[in-house]
């Protein structure tokens, strides 16, 4: 991968986001041919953390059907990231 910024595409702003940021958990839109290793260096290197775990899942488009035409479109497929930080490590980009 180039660099930090082409990893991480951007952060997931949702309930279950915010829960895990109770436990130190932050989730990110990632790059999909990045690797877990990739992605913890771009996070600490972005974030100046130190990320204890990184869990993947690939998620598929959904089907959405478009009414003037009467057919069918698909949302593209994403890979999120659920990056665990050490300790008390923070992102303050979250915390605000």
Do not use: C, W
């Not at 009467?70 to 980009?93: C, H, M, P, Q, Y």
């Amino acid at each position: 991968m180039a660099s930090d910024r082409s990893v991480l595409i951007r952060p997931i702003i949702s309930e279950k986001s915010y829960a895990l940021m109770e436990t130190g958990a932050y989730v990110f839109v990632v790059d999909p041919r990045a690797s877990k290793v990739e992605i913890r260096e771009a996070v600490e290197g972005a974030f100046g953390v130190h990320v204890a775990s990184v869990n993947t899942l690939n998620r598929k488009g959904k089907r959405k059907r478009n009414r003037r035409q009467s057919t069918f479109g698909r949302r593209s497929d994403t890979k999120r990231a659920i990056v665990r930080l050490v300790g008390d490590d923070r992102i303050e980009l979250f915390e605000s």
